[in-house]
């Protein structure tokens, strides 16, 4: 990006690490293509299939047609009476017509048979990296290599992978037209097959170089270019509109839009005039070499080297392989730039493979023991959590309080077994649950976050989420679990009731506030019914009300259940059976509230300090 003040290319604070793709060499590029094959195999084999039978037939269609026009030129160039001439020539005539009638037949064949190979291809490919997606470690999404691996196979690897998809079956038509047109020459003359290359090579080589011109331009312009969506995404999404206009920001979104657009416009002239020049030189070059090898003709026409007939088939061969191999460089070295691109929507779906998983088991958290537990997040030299050793009873209801960033919620996390410990045990009675598989873990768990996800559904998916697959026909649990949460007040206000889609990028969709949509949330945890409950700072967006509802709830609610409360709103606390105070990734306080607040540590002190604002206000 050019610094406004000086006009230097500058490396931006936002640019991302994007030079994985640029390492790569051509080597990589048949290992990086090989997916599509294989996704292509997978996702569509009949049509994979019908595609390459009627791509051979059209070549051999074609070099049949190529023979059959030497027989027609050598009948009409023969000598006597026009008419008898035209009348020898017409069973060859037909027989060029039925050759390019059967081409042209399986050409239409091929791109019906492909209409169903590329959104095949796209369809399967998505699956596999939103499942690897969803698949993946929590702690990965702390983890900016991941991330950044994650976005590249999205935005790009999938895109590519698509129009690889496309290139290849464009890359077979082109290499069996090419020789289908230099076999047909070869056998008429073996002098006509140089002839060819001294005509198309000019061509081909004018295609490569504009193509990697463009591949060296995207290198230098991706980072751009995610800048120039960031800043449409701020531009025209509903979310930042009020903000913006509240602080008069207009101008300043719009410098930012001009700071990565501009040298971008200007990349994409350089780019441009670039490949116009690469194109006339060997557009030059061509004419060059099409001039020579007419004249080489010629001269093999004037010494009858040649018959003249075969010297206008090879014209005719030398215009459709030239056709021909524009194509195949054109197709070829978008593949090379593709493979590139492949090759990252692989390594992403590699990294976020989950080792093989233990066998199933039946696990309740009943007593949680952790044992000096420590975790650091990826990429950070500071531990989160710091040789953390406690027991939870079950059925104890545990609070969690500190500071911001002193980890309550990846000791909760670890809890939840989302997490696992960097070193140390987190056992569950007796059983470690980093050898337990996930899915044995996580039914065991509800968990309610302080910024819970906004389904774009209807309200009674935003509930069933919970736990989708639980029986639940006549909707009495959903029902109850939101009168329990205090949702059932936002679901009669709503104008189809249970059924409301609430997202207004829909028609019909409506938006809820911040507190409906926590009140939902909590909803959706109740309806889980799960024996170890994780609730981080659930009300933090709730009235005094539906704070005072959801809290009375949860005491409910406890009585059977094991439950860890996060919360900065200590006089929630209270009721808890024990409170665990966490300071700087260390448990350095824990009691009932009565007895820390005898104790006079951090718990009394922050304690003190919330009581003193309501007591001032």
């Known amino acids: 990006m050019t610094d406004p003040r000086d006009g230097n290319l500058v490396t931006p604070h936002w640019q991302l690490d994007d030079s994985s793709a640029t390492r790569r060499s051509l080597r990589d590029v048949p290992a990086a293509t090989w997916p599509v094959l294989k996704t292509i195999r997978h996702a569509a084999p009949g049509a994979a299939l019908a595609v390459a039978v009627m791509q051979v037939v059209s070549g051999l269609a074609a070099a049949f047609g190529l023979f059959a026009t030497t027989g027609v030129l050598t009948d009409l160039l023969a000598g006597g009476p026009t008419t008898d001439r035209v009348v020898a020539a017409l069973p060859n005539l037909l027989l060029v017509a039925g050759a390019f009638g059967l081409r042209g037949a399986m050409d239409v064949g091929v791109a019906l048979a492909h209409a169903r190979v590329t959104p095949s291809v796209r369809r399967l490919a998505e699956e596999r990296l939103y499942a690897a997606s969803l698949g993946a470690d929590l702690a990965a999404f702390d983890d900016a290599r991941f991330y950044d691996r994650m976005h590249r196979a999205r935005d790009r690897g999938l895109f590519f992978l698509e129009r690889a998809a496309d290139n290849l079956v464009e890359?077979?038509?082109?290499?069996?037209?090419?020789?289908?047109?230099?076999?047909?020459?070869?056998?008429?003359?073996?002098?006509?097959?140089?002839?060819?290359?001294?005509?198309?090579?000019?061509?081909?080589?004018?295609?490569?170089?504009?193509?990697?011109?463009?591949?060296?331009?995207?290198?230098?312009?991706?980072?751009?270019?995610?800048?120039?969506?960031?800043?449409?995404?701020?531009?025209?999404?509903?979310?930042?509109?009020?903000?913006?206009?509240?602080?008069?920001?207009?101008?300043?979104?719009?410098?930012?839009?001009?700071?990565?657009?501009?040298?971008?416009?200007?990349?994409?002239?350089?780019?441009?005039?670039?490949?116009?020049?690469?194109?006339?030189?060997?557009?030059?070059?061509?004419?060059?070499?099409?001039?020579?090898?007419?004249?080489?003709?010629?001269?093999?026409?004037?010494?009858?080297?040649?018959?003249?007939?075969?010297?206008?088939?090879?014209?005719?061969?030398?215009?459709?392989?030239?056709?021909?191999?524009?194509?195949?460089?054109?197709?070829?070295?978008?593949?090379?730039?593709?493979?590139?691109?492949?090759?990252?929507?692989?390594?992403?779906?590699?990294?976020?493979?989950?080792?093989?998983?233990?066998?199933?088991?039946?696990?309740?958290?009943?007593?949680?023991?952790?044992?000096?537990?420590?975790?650091?997040?990826?990429?950070?030299?500071?531990?989160?959590?710091?040789?953390?050793?406690?027991?939870?009873?079950?059925?104890?209801?545990?609070?969690?309080?500190?500071?911001?960033?002193?980890?309550?919620?990846?000791?909760?996390?670890?809890?939840?077994?989302?997490?696992?410990?960097?070193?140390?045990?987190?056992?569950?009675?007796?059983?470690?649950?980093?050898?337990?598989?996930?899915?044995?873990?996580?039914?065991q768990v509800m968990m309610v976050l302080q910024d819970p996800v906004r389904w774009p559904h209807t309200a009674r998916v935003n509930v069933r989420v919970g736990r989708h697959d639980r029986p639940d026909p006549d909707g009495v649990a959903v029902k109850q679990a939101a009168s329990q949460a205090g949702a059932d007040e936002v679901v009669d206000g709503l104008p189809a009731g249970w059924e409301t889609l609430l997202s207004k990028q829909f028609r019909g969709g409506v938006e809820l506030s911040g507190g409906q949509w926590q009140r939902l949330a909590v909803a959706r945890g109740l309806f889980r019914d799960a024996p170890l409950l994780i609730w981080d700072e659930p009300t933090a967006p709730l009235d005094a009300k539906a704070e005072f509802a959801v809290y009375e709830s949860l005491r409910a609610l406890a009585a059977d259940r094991t439950v860890v409360l996060i919360t900065h709103r200590l006089a929630s606390v209270r009721h808890a059976d024990r409170i665990l105070l966490l300071h700087e990734g260390k448990l350095v306080e824990q009691g009932t509230h009565a007895e820390l607040l005898a104790l006079g540590g951090r718990y009394a002190d922050l304690y003190e300090l919330q009581a003193r604002m309501y007591a001032d206000a």
Do not use: C
């Open 171 to 443: 890359l077979v038509g082109s290499l069996i037209g090419i020789a289908a047109a230099a076999g047909s020459l070869a056998v008429l003359h073996p002098v006509l097959l140089p002839v060819l290359l001294l005509a198309v090579l000019p061509d081909g080589w004018a295609v490569q170089r504009a193509a990697r011109l463009a591949y060296a331009s995207v290198g230098r312009t991706v980072v751009l270019d995610r800048r120039v969506q960031m800043v449409s995404d701020l531009a025209t999404e509903r979310e930042p509109a009020a903000e913006i206009r509240a602080y008069q920001a207009e101008p300043f979104v719009l410098d930012e839009y001009r700071l990565a657009a501009d040298p971008l416009r200007d990349e994409d002239v350089r780019l441009a005039t670039a490949q116009a020049r690469v194109r006339g030189v060997g557009r030059a070059l061509a004419g060059l070499g099409l001039a020579v090898t007419y004249v080489v003709l010629g001269l093999l026409v004037r010494y009858e080297w040649v018959p003249l007939a075969v010297a206008g088939t090879a014209v005719i061969a030398i215009r459709v392989a030239t056709t021909a191999l524009n194509r195949l460089v054109l197709a070829a070295n978008q593949l090379v730039e593709q493979g590139l691109y492949i090759a990252d929507y692989q390594e992403f779906l590699a990294s976020a493979a989950q080792p093989p998983q233990p066998t199933t088991i039946d696990l309740d958290p009943g007593r949680v023991s952790l044992h000096d537990v420590t975790f650091r997040y990826p990429d950070s030299t500071r531990l989160a959590l710091d040789g953390v050793t406690l027991t939870v009873e079950p059925g104890e209801t545990v609070a969690l309080v500190g500071e911001n960033g002193s980890g309550k919620t990846t000791l909760a996390k670890l809890i939840a077994g989302l997490y696992a410990p960097t070193s140390g045990r987190v056992l569950w009675g007796e059983h470690d649950i980093a050898s337990a598989d996930r899915s044995s873990v996580a039914s």
